[in-house]
């Protein structure tokens, strides 16, 4: 009964001192704190931790053994929620603040709509009374982890303008080339600009070759079939096998991606004439000079690195950005096989590579090579070089780096 | 401004299907499935140099391929012991008899390319290689990775 009465009479008191403060809690932030129940909670309803949710979701809120009451009501065993976004408790002693990461619900509202970027995230609530200040002792909820699934996250396409389109201004649909093709691309109601600037109605051009639209809702791949023109070029020479093809021209905006709506030409089919007239030219110019190589293409060591310590029996692994692997003889554009340099310095590269110890062919396509190499240090280069072991222009070349191989441990001491 | 977007996985779905069915009926008419497999080298073996089974990548990564006994040669190139590699996306092995299909989820890299730049949404991935000869059929004995799960964050 005693028990009864003196919480009651707390409540009145505290319901008596707070209600002048309310005004004047900003100066006094140590203000009473308004009780709560000791069986008071706070949970999110339906929002498991560590759930996977969309980037807009609803998220309810539910309280047990306490009211809900707007903010600003001075009322026994009341108060409103507040939802906290990636970010810990606030002090406990003063309101809670106010921002992107701490949302009221000063309305008493149960329920609400947020929009998260994609990633992980952690939710909690915190129950705070009318002046927003946690109870004493303070009703939260546990934290919640969540996983925004990217999928659901509206990217925003860039909106092109109506009437904008882009068209194939050489070859001509139906018509029959030669195997180096110059294709010209045309664009109007629109601006050329280079990847990565961001500039309203433009964009930079991706040529399909033999490859239906991809998806308009991410990135156009970036391969043989999609030719990006990133520097904003509007015309490419492409050397493509004897048949028939298809071209199509397909605008991207700064993060390669189609507008919307997307800006993509009609597809047009060439054919490829393959007469011995045609076929002897290019074998006369590989002949005299080199093949071309794309810009990007790289060769590099997988393993070992430069300055790298090794064993006297090491597979050399080797990697190669941008182009493909074919065996020595095999003529297709971007592709090559390997060479590997080993203490030698880069042979002049405007003619067949030599052939010996030191300048290892891998004719069949190898992509890596177990190699025995003397105690010591030892520099080794990569080169590609085309079907006759000649290399591209400009060069595919690794850089020439060093390595140590460790002699073998020896443990003398204890064989006695 | 409220854009209205199909879902992607039904849009990727469909696309896939479409891709998928077209490149199937391609594929058989090229190769009948009656032609003879092509053998593999001995103690040959496709791995991944990267990612790593079990490794947390970005949504845009590099797979990088190596091969051990064997040769790479593009799509079209007859020579012993070489191949092309197909990466294998979310996807059961295919069967080994038939030309591997090429879609989303079956990857060529038809121009004997050893490494791929992918994107990927987030979550749980699995990437399986598999070799194919220069009619896309897999090699007798096969020549294929273990099944790795990566987690695209």
Redesign the interface.
């Known amino acids: 009964m005693y028990r009864i009465f003196f919480r009651v009479c707390l409540i009145i008191i505290a319901t008596i001192t707070l209600d002048p403060h309310i005004e004047a809690t900003a100066q006094q932030p140590a203000a009473a704190r308004a009780p709560s129940p000791p069986n008071a909670r706070v949970f999110f309803i339906g929002l498991n931790d560590g759930a996977t949710i969309p980037s807009k979701t609803k998220l309810r809120f539910g309280v047990e053994n306490m009211e809900i009451v707007a903010a600003g009501v001075a009322k026994p065993n009341t108060g409103h929620h507040h939802l906290l976004i990636d970010t810990g408790l606030p002090p406990l002693d003063q309101p809670i603040p106010s921002d992107f990461n701490h949302i009221h619900f000063g309305g008493g509202q149960t329920e609400t709509e947020i929009t998260l970027p994609?990633?992980e995230h952690t939710l909690q609530l915190l129950f705070g009374d009318q002046a927003h200040t946690p109870h004493q002792p303070p009703v939260f909820s546990e934290v919640i982890h969540v996983?925004v699934?990217?999928?659901?996250v509206?990217k925003?396409?860039t909106p092109a303008p109506a009437g904008a389109s882009v068209f194939l201004i050489e070859p001509a649909d139906g018509a029959t080339v030669a195997r180096k093709v110059t294709v010209k691309f045309g664009l109007s109601g629109m601006e050329l600009s280079p990847a990565g600037t961001n500039k309203p109605n433009s964009g930079h051009h991706h040529l399909l070759i033999d490859t239906?639209l991809p998806?308009f809702?991410?990135?156009i791949?970036?391969?043989?079939n999609h030719v990006h023109f990133g520097r904003a070029q509007t015309e490419t020479e492409v050397t493509l096998t004897p048949g028939d093809h298809t071209l199509q021209l397909l605008l991207g905006d700064h993060e390669h991606l189609p507008h919307?709506p997307p800006i993509f030409s009609k597809v047009i089919r060439i054919h490829v004439a393959d007469s011995p007239a045609e076929k002897a030219p290019p074998a006369a110019a590989a002949a005299a000079g080199r093949r071309p190589a794309p810009p990007d293409a790289a060769v590099y060591f997988?393993y070992p690195s430069n300055g790298e310590r090794i064993y006297p029996n090491s597979t050399i692994?080797?990697?190669?950005?941008g182009?493909?692997?074919?065996?020595a003889g095999?003529v297709?554009p971007?592709?090559g096989h390997h060479h590997l340099l080993i203490d030698v310095e880069t042979p002049p590269l405007d003619q067949p590579l030599p052939s010996d110890l030191s300048h290892i062919h891998?004719g069949?396509?190898?992509?890596?090579k177990k190699i025995t190499l003397s105690p010591g240090e030892h520099t080794l280069q990569l080169i590609l070089a085309d079907e006759k072991h000649t290399p591209h222009d400009p060069p595919v070349i690794s850089e020439r780096i060093k390595v140590t191989v460790k002699v073998k441990p020896v443990r003398k001491r204890h064989r006695r | 401004m409220i854009?209205q977007?199909r879902?992607?996985?039904k849009?990727?779905s469909s696309?896939i299907l479409m891709?998928g069915l077209a490149l199937a009926l391609t594929a058989l008419h090229i190769a009948p499935a009656s032609a003879e497999p092509t053998s593999s080298a001995a103690g040959a073996v496709v791995y991944f140099?990267s990612p790593l089974d079990g490794a947390r990548v970005p949504?845009r990564f590099?797979v990088?391929?190596?091969?051990?006994e064997?040769?790479?040669?593009?799509a079209g190139?007859v020579?012993e012991?070489?191949g092309h590699h197909h990466l294998l996306i979310d996807t059961d092995m295919v069967p080994l008899d038939q030309p591997i299909p090429s879609d989303y989820n079956h990857i060529h890299?038809g121009?004997?390319?050893?490494?791929?730049?992918l994107?990927l949404?987030?979550?749980t991935h699995t990437l399986q290689l598999l070799l194919g000869d220069h009619l896309h059929v897999p090699h007798k004995p096969p020549v294929m990775s273990k099944k790795i799960t990566i987690y695209v964050?």
């Open positions: 994609a990633g996983k699934d990217p999928v659901t509206e925003t396409r239906p998806a809702d991410r990135e791949p970036s391969d043989l919307d997988i692994r080797f990697g190669l950005r182009m493909g692997v074919a065996p095999v297709k971007n592709t891998f069949n396509g190898q992509t890596e | 854009m977007r879902p992607f996985a849009a990727g696309m891709v140099h949504q590099t990088k391929i190596g091969l051990k064997m040769g790479v040669a593009p190139v020579k012991f070489t890299l121009n004997g390319q050893t490494e791929t730049v994107t949404p987030a979550g964050r």
